[in-house]
């Protein structure tokens, strides 16, 4: 499940993203993965992951700029993006 989801992330280029699976049969199926500014109010989260949510927003958002490169182009396009850009097949 893990890899599933990490390889939506990647595929999307989304560096902070909520993706939900289902299971049929023993097969996820991926049913809610385009999310990037997905819900992390206390009160649906629960203080405990609240606070990770904050505490790694926050020092990857310092990561980020700290690696900002002036006259760059500093977003992470993910392979759906770069793909479709360049007329390419949208998968492997």
């Known amino acids: 499940m893990e890899d599933i989801v990490l390889r939506i992330c990647h595929y999307l280029g989304y560096d902070f993203n909520t993706v ?3 299971l049929r049969d023993g ?14 109010e206390v009160s649906s989260v629960g203080q405990e992951n609240f606070d990770w949510v904050v505490e790694t927003a926050a020092t990857y958002a310092i990561e980020k700029a700290m690696e900002h490169k002036d006259n760059a182009d500093n977003l992470t396009w993910g392979d759906y993006i770069k793909n479709s850009a360049a007329k390419k097949k949208l998968y492997k």
């Open 20 to 22: 939900e699976l289902a």
């Open 27 to 40: 097969v996820p199926y991926a049913i809610d993965f385009c999310n990037p500014a997905p819900d992390a």
